[in-house]
């Protein structure tokens, strides 16, 4: 059954929670592969209760105002907007981001890296000076400052735009002290050699990227990788080589396809590192390793 509308909310039937959640899994499913999911975390943003609430009381009903956002959010919902950008935030490793049309949206497959930068930061001593390129929201700089308290991080992006979400989010979860936005393509000019650099650069090939539901819905700035998807990686290695300082540690992440073609590129510009693939949870390569 469709959720109603109507302007009289007096006039509305069948409004229980148990309906409102099957119709916006319908309305999901249409464009994302976790409709239900989707939908539960958007009905417990709109109605300000837990997840395990909704599913606890699927007999009870929504508010005028919560109806009337509820319409508001479908609309945009059927106009192919993604959830992250209807909520203006998305969860990212335990920690809630802002997040708007001119930023990626956080993904899992990110965590990988943060889990890898880590456990280099907690096993090594005297590291303190990060950069993370190509920042976006800020998400991996935010979230390592804030398990890590005595690092500085210099947060790179080029578009103005994502690092004010950045530092909206730096802020938010109280790093903003050490973490230094800078607009720069890539890494910016320094003398000061970085102990780690982590990247979430754009990797998928541009003629690829148009065939790609995400096309248009994301900023494509944060997509394009180029003709092989590698012009940014590759020119980013190349920086690195005089601005990773002696046992630092580089960290980008990559697109499936990718892992021997950027292996070959690190083996060119780091001949004496340690350097490997790392492996997301579905078993793809996921995360280029190079340690001095």
């Known amino acids: 059954m469709s959720i109603p509308l109507a302007t009289d909310y007096t006039e509305i039937e069948h409004t229980h929670l148990r309906l409102i959640l099957e119709d916006l899994r ?15 975390v958007l009905l417990a943003e709109l109605i300000n209760k837990p997840r395990a609430w909704i599913l606890g009381h699927p007999e009870s009903h929504l508010s005028v105002s919560q109806y009337k956002n509820l319409i508001k959010a479908k609309t945009k919902i059927e106009a192919g907007i993604p959830l992250p950008y209807i909520l203006g935030k998305w969860e990212f490793y335990g920690l809630d981001f802002f ?17 890898v ?13 990060l950069a993370d390129v190509g920042t976006g929201s800020g998400i991996i700089a935010v979230t390592l400052a804030a398990s890590f308290p005595d690092i500085q991080i210099i947060a790179t992006d080029i578009s103005s735009k994502a690092l004010q ?6 802020i938010t979860h109280q790093v903003s ?16 050699p970085f102990d780690m650099i982590c990247a979430n650069l754009p990797y998928i090939p541009s003629d690829l990227l148009h065939t790609l539901d995400v096309y ?8 394009d990788g180029g003709e092989n998807g590698l012009a940014l990686i590759e020119l980013l290695i190349t920086q690195a080589k005089t601005l990773l300082a002696p046992s ?23 001949q004496q590192a340690n350097i490997r693939i790392e492996k997301d949870l579905a078993g793809k390569d996921r995360l280029l390793i190079i340690e001095k």
């Open 216 to 223: 248009e819905k994301e900023p494509v700035i944060a997509l």
């Open 248 to 270: 630092g540690i580089l960290l980008i992440e990559i697109e499936a396809s990718q892992g021997q073609a950027v292996k070959n590129i690190a083996k060119q510009a780091f």
């Open 177 to 192: 002290s050490r973490i230094h936005l800078i607009q720069a393509d890539l890494l910016p000019v320094t003398s000061q």
């Open 117 to 129: 930068a880590r456990t280099f930061l907690a096993e090594k001593t005297g590291i303190h000076t």
């Open 165 to 170: 979400v950045a530092r909206r989010n730096a």
């Open 99 to 115: 997040v708007t049309p001119e930023v990626l949206i956080p993904r899992p497959e990110t965590e990988l890296l943060i889990e």
């Open 26 to 40: 319908k309305c999901f499913s249409k464009y994302s592969d976790t409709g239900y999911l989707d939908a539960l």
